[in-house]
């Protein structure tokens, strides 16, 4: 696929986030791997502005080669690039219900969010939860490390989830299903429920292995 073809699905992705209310102001980033390393949402922008041609390019170092200076949050998207080497898109957001969930007291660490319907499982399967560090804090990199060598999505506690794809539109849309099944979660807080049980998603995880 051309580098223009993929600033403008960035552009086109980007909008359509920010559009639905899932993430606001100029929070939030999105990049996409290329041959040479990859293209990523400019730092201080709003994703319902992106302007195409000047979307960041880095190497696959990530050090800024052109465009506009990157987020300072790119470390999360080389660290997830690093460790899941199928991973050609990366979503980062601070969308409503993830926070909300991020902010709450004794989660399961190891994975946040219960198999509640069968595409959370598809698309996201286990979710790490990531503790808190503050914004652009390269120590943030070494821990979403160790928490994305066996997933390929991470909460970040008190921020929001980061979620990688094997194009961009799959990351995208296990982007989504997260924020949903965050939403479901905070609704049916209190009452009893039914998760998908081990032998459910054993069976979810057999007939569609995760491609990231």
């Given at each position: 696929m051309s580098e223009t073809k993929l600033r403008d699905d960035i552009t086109a992705y980007a909008k359509s986030l920010f559009d639905r209310g899932l993430t606001a102001g100029s929070t939030g980033n999105i990049s996409v791997r290329t041959d040479d390393g990859w293209l990523m949402t400019p730092t201080g922008s709003s994703m319902g502005t992106i302007d195409p041609a000047r979307i960041s390019k880095l190497d696959a170092e990530g050090r800024h080669v052109s465009g506009d200076p990157p987020t300072k949050e790119a470390f999360l998207h080389r660290v997830m690039y690093q460790n899941r080497p199928k991973a050609k898109a990366v979503v980062h957001l601070h969308s409503t219900h993830c926070v909300a969930v991020s902010c709450l007291c004794d989660l399961d660490t190891e994975d946040v969010l219960p198999p509640l319907t069968a595409y959370y499982v598809m698309r996201v399967g286990r979710l790490p939860l990531v503790p808190y560090y503050p914004p652009g804090d390269e120590a943030l990199a070494e821990a979403v490390a160790l928490r994305t060598r066996n997933a390929h999505a991470v909460l970040l506690a008190n921020h929001g989830p980061?979620?990688?794809?094997?194009?961009?539109?799959?990351?995208?849309?296990?982007?989504?299903?997260?924020?949903?099944?965050?939403?479901?979660?905070?609704?049916?807080?209190?009452?009893?429920?039914?998760p998908l049980t081990c032998d459910e998603t054993t069976e979810l995880n057999r007939r569609f292995p995760s491609k990231v």
């Open positions: 980061v979620v990688a794809g094997v194009d961009l539109a799959e990351a995208v849309y296990a982007t989504e299903e997260l924020e949903e099944t965050a939403k479901l979660y905070l609704m049916l807080r209190g009452q009893k429920t039914r």
